[in-house]
C-alpha cells in the first residue's frame, strides 16, 4: 500500500535558521507529493507539491525535490520565519480512482524570536 | 484560492447522541468530497469519499451505519456520527475535490473538534 513517513517533531528553531523537514514514502505506481501547511486554528493548505520525479516545488520560500531513487521529498527552507510556526505535513496521491491523499503524520514546527 | 467551511467548529455532546457535521464548498461545486479523522499526533486518516447524488465509498475499517455521509448538492455533503461515544472523540476534516483540469486539487476544510462525554 501507500503511506508517507516524515520526521516526529515538534521541530523548534529559531528565527532565520534553516528548516529540513523529512520525508519518505511508498506507493504503487508513479505519485504525485504534496506538502501541506496548517496553521493554528485553521484547515490545511496546500504550501507546493510536485509531480514527477526531479521536480521541485517551491513557494513562500519553502522548496522540497521529488527524488525518485530516494523516495523522498524533503521539505527545506533558507530562513524561517516566526509566521512559518505550523504543523506540516508530507502526502501523496496516486493517479487514478478517487485520488485519494495519503499524509504523513505531521510535524509541528515552532519558530522562536 | 477556493474556501471550504465547516460547522461546527466544536461539538461537545453527550454519549448515544448523533452529531451532525457539514462541509461547504463556499466558491466552486465539488462533485467529490472527502472525509478525514484526526487522532492527536496522528496523521489524517481517509474515512470515505463522498460524490454528488451517490452512496459514498468508505475506507476499510469504517462502520458505513456508524458514520453516514450525505452530498447532496456540489456545495454541501454532511458527515453524521451515529449514537456518538467518547472513542468517536476526533478532529474531523473534510475537503473538496475541484473539478479536472489537470491541476486538480484538494481544498481542506478547517475541521470539526468533536468531544463525546
Known amino acids: 500500500g501507500n503511506s508517507v513517513t516524515q520526521m516526529e517533531g515538534p521541530v523548534t528553531l529559531s528565527e532565520e535558521a534553516f528548516l529540513t523537514i523529512n520525508c519518505t514514502y511508498t506507493a504503487t505506481g508513479y505519485p504525485s507529493l504534496f506538502w501541506y501547511v496548517q496553521y493554528p486554528g485553521e484547515g490545511l493548505q496546500l504550501l507546493l507539491k510536485a509531480t514527477k520525479a526531479d521536480d521541485k516545488g517551491s513557494n513562500k520560500g519553502f522548496e522540497a525535490t521529488y527524488r525518485k531513487e530516494t523516495t523522498s521529498f524533503h521539505l527545506e527552507k533558507g530562513s524561517v520565519q516566526v509566521s512559518d510556526s505550523a504543523v506540516y505535513f508530507c502526502a501523496l496521491r496516486v493517479r487514478g480512482g478517487y485520488q485519494k491523499v495519503t499524509f504523513g503524520t505531521g510535524t509541528k514546527l515552532q519558530v522562536i524570536p | 484560492g477556493a474556501v471550504v467551511s465547516q460547522h461546527p467548529s466544536r461539538v461537545i455532546c453527550k454519549s448515544g447522541t448523533s452529531v451532525k457535521i457539514e462541509c461547504r464548498s463556499l466558491?466552486?461545486?465539488?462533485?467529490?468530497m472527502f472525509w478525514y479523522r484526526q487522532f492527536p499526533k496522528q496523521s489524517l486518516m481517509l474515512m470515505a469519499t463522498s460524490n454528488e447524488g451517490s452512496k459514498a465509498t468508505y475506507e476499510q475499517g469504517v462502520e458505513k451505519d456508524k458514520f453516514l455521509i450525505n452530498h447532496a448538492s456540489l456545495t454541501l455533503s454532511t458527515l453524521t456520527v451515529t449514537s456518538a461515544h467518547p472513542e468517536d472523540s476526533s478532529f474531523y476534516i473534510c475537503?473538496?475535490?475541484?473539478?479536472?483540469?489537470?491541476?486538480?486539487?484538494?481544498?481542506f476544510g478547517p475541521g470539526t473538534r468533536l468531544l463525546v462525554l
Open positions: 475537503s473538496a475535490r475541484v473539478p479536472a483540469g489537470g491541476q486538480e486539487t484538494q481544498y
Open positions: 466558491d466552486f461545486q465539488a462533485t467529490t
